[in-house]
């Protein structure tokens, strides 16, 4: 295997971990409320499908499990954002430390067990595609979960009434309740749902990619799916784009190093952020005239 | 090693679980082998009743170099009932230990080990405000004048290290070893260049591929620095991160073969564990006390910087249990190495010894000292890759 392939294959699965929650968090935000709580909501995601998946064997379970947990913490952040009217940015910032928090005191009998994770499932016949069929469809499931996602979000979005209402939602609420909506209900259910994925990226981590569990083991990836879907001016695709950016090239700086090839390390580290940033910056540039009504205005309140 | 964390997130935790520290109060410090007035009486007057504090960066529990110290704590309460052991974890390298080392003088100790790296300058001004203190820290190194309450300790990691690189030179069959590392710091170094010498007295053909996390723990790096090297060939991997778990399991997935560091994680993945290091501070603990209770401290070998090796048979770091695959003709080999180590006139770096570039770091015959070894700024022929330049 030449390292071109192996940056992609990695990119792939590392960047699977940022584009579920990314797009959880696209969907919390086309409703009008931001999520800084996705990397909580990740952790929580990674603890629980690492705790289900060693308990009951099956890491199948922890998926749905953590998926559960993300949602625990999505609907606590909905609770206080949406029922209780609290600030987005500060509230965010409480999920994250509080799960945070929890994780660290609950993860501990964890570190350093074993899980059996998910298994690598080759897809029948396109996996067999020259050069591009093990970059793409040789991954444990959720890779394929999140091709899935990038679909399903779309078409619900730009093609269903109820995305139609979603993005209603996070534009001009009032027009909602005026056409016998709920936009409360819908901004909870968007928010519990998109960190219910949330908690997916973080079993991504736990029990499909790197399958372990330590404290912080998301190390801020959280932030950058919510800074994605921000660079990405809330597409499906362009999210797509920059978490798998962002995923190919974080692993293009390791297989830069086993190839013994010098350059720079620090701009090595840089590179994930650098990549991604310019090219979302340069596809999507409409994005600030993009950003849903409701957003702007829950933003603007914070500062 | 819990070293430098550089990173405006980690300034941003570290202030957040400072201000839970502080809402937590005194809570933080937990009390082991309670020291009763009537234990005392029986401690006898050689080893009057003394109480000590630990301080941690992580967790206590995290099977890593946190545990370790913990683990060794516990050892010194355990010998000795005289002794009051208080311990304090997951406390940020900032202003939170100054606090944490302030409540456990106000709680009575006269002996503080702080432990984590960034602790040093710290520790260095606290013990200077309180003489009545001593404070010792674990793996820094003072150049200048010791205050007489204060002083460092540590050992010579790169020894173990050696050894475990041996097992790897012998396990390998593409030749190509791979090591993932945090930070081009002085200890990392000089590991990276003990590994690839180990392995090279094994199979002189050996290489040693470098990648660097920038990260102490960062799951999803280390799974991509596993996977690069293991998809280019590398078939035996070791670490100087934090946590070691993402290493090993990627090793297994791949059935590669792995040699660990900080502590013995053979369960982790029985069939590919070579050997590794593993830390053992309970004499080194034990030793410390034992001088500061009899009034000793100042001018002692632990008031300076102290640094444990095979050859004073004090070193922390020791070898870890072979792994079942490894053969009883190269463990012979190994343990015959660490035997030498242990007699005087020998060492990992013994000369001639080659930078990457050619140039001879060692000349034949030269036996470097630690200080020397502390400093080394290159990596040695037959390591593949370079050191992040600022």
């Given at each position: 295997m030449n390292g071109v392939e192996q940056a992609l294959i990695g990119g792939v699965d590392g960047g699977t971990a940022i584009l579920i929650p990314a797009l959880g968090e696209l969907i919390g935000e086309r409703s009008g409320v931001v999520n800084l709580g996705t990397e909580g909501c990740m952790l929580a995601g990674a603890l629980a499908a690492f705790d289900a998946g060693t308990t009951t064997g099956s890491a199948w379970v922890g998926v749905l499990v953590g998926a559960a947990a993300g949602a625990s913490f999505g609907l606590l952040h909905a609770w206080m954002t949406v029922i209780r009217r609290a600030d987005q940015l500060a509230s965010g910032l409480v999920v994250w430390f509080l799960a945070l928090g929890v994780t660290s005191v609950f993860g501990v009998s964890y570190i350093n067990k074993s899980v059996v994770p998910l298994p690598t499932l080759a897809v029948p016949g396109l996996s067999r595609i020259p050069w591009a069929g093990p970059i793409l469809f040789k991954h444990d499931a959720l890779v394929y979960l999140g091709y899935l996602l990038v679909a399903l979000v779309w078409v619900v979005l730009y093609r269903t009434r109820i995305g139609l209402t979603l993005r209603a939602t996070g534009e001009r609420p009032e027009v909602v309740t005026a056409t016998g909506g709920h936009p409360v209900r819908i901004q909870i259910l968007a928010v519990t749902l998109g960190a219910a994925l949330a908690g997916i990226g973080g079993a991504q981590l736990s029990v499909g990619y790197v399958d372990n569990w330590f404290n912080d083991m998301t190390s801020g990836y959280g932030f950058v799916a919510v800074a994605v879907v921000l660079f990405a001016a809330w597409r499906p695709a362009m999210v797509l784009l920059g978490a798998y950016l962002f995923g190919v090239a974080l692993a293009t700086a390791s297989v830069v190093q086993a190839h013994g090839v010098a350059i720079n390390q620090y701009l090595l580290d840089a590179l994930p952020y650098l990549v991604t940033l310019t090219a979302l910056v340069a596809v999507a540039r409409r994005g600030s005239r993009q950003a849903p009504e409701g957003l702007r205005r829950a933003l603007t309140h914070s500062v | 090693m819990t070293h430098l964390r550089p990173g405006g997130r980690r300034r941003l935790l570290a202030a957040a679980s400072g201000a839970l520290a502080l809402l937590a109060g005194g809570t933080t410090l937990s009390a082991c082998s309670s020291s009763s007035t009537s234990g005392a009486a029986s401690a006898g007057a050689s080893t009057p009743a003394i109480t000590v504090g630990f301080i941690m960066v992580g967790s206590r529990s995290d099977e890593g170099y946190n545990q370790a110290v913990y683990d060794g704590s516990q050892a010194v309460a355990k010998k000795d009932p005289s002794v009051k052991v208080l311990t304090a974890d997951n406390i940020p390298e900032n202003n939170s230990v100054v606090q944490t080392m302030q409540s456990m003088v106000n709680a009575g100790a006269k002996l503080i080990f702080a432990?984590?790296?960034?602790?040093f300058s710290y520790a260095e001004a606290f013990a200077k405000a309180n003489p009545n203190v001593v404070v010792v820290h674990q793996g820094g190194f003072l150049t200048g004048t010791f205050p007489p309450n204060f002083g460092t300790y540590w050992g010579q990691a790169f020894e173990p290290v050696s050894l475990g690189g041996m097992a790897a030179g012998a396990a390998t069959v593409s030749g190509k070893l791979g090591f993932v590392y945090a930070f081009p710091i002085s200890q990392s170094i000089a590991n990276i260049d003990a590994f690839e010498l180990g392995a090279q007295q094994m199979n002189p053909a050996a290489t040693t591929y470098l990648v660097n996390t920038s990260s102490w723990c960062d799951p999803l790096k280390q799974k991509e620095a596993a996977s690069a090297l293991l998809s280019q060939g590398v078939d035996v991997l070791t670490q100087h991160q934090d946590c070691q778990a993402t290493v090993i399991e990627a090793a297994k997935a791949a059935n590669a073969k792995v040699v660990g560091y900080h502590y013995d994680a053979e369960a982790l993945d029985p069939a590919g564990w070579l050997t590794g290091s593993a830390w053992d501070w309970s004499s080194v603990y034990e030793n410390i006390v034992g001088t500061v209770q009899s009034g000793k401290f100042t001018g002692s070998v632990y008031n300076a910087n102290w640094v444990g090796s095979f050859a004073t048979g004090d070193n922390p770091l020791t070898l870890a249990p072979f792994g079942s695959s490894v053969s009883s003709d190269t463990q012979t080999k190994i343990l015959a190495a660490e035997a030498l180590l242990k007699e005087p006139g020998h060492s990992v770096f013994a000369g001639p010894v080659t930078c990457q570039d050619g140039t001879v770091l060692y000349a034949a015959g030269v036996i470097p000292t630690y200080d020397q070894i502390n400093s080394i700024k290159c990596l040695v022929k037959g390591v593949v890759g370079t050191l992040p330049q600022s």
């Open positions: - | 432990s984590s790296y960034g602790y």
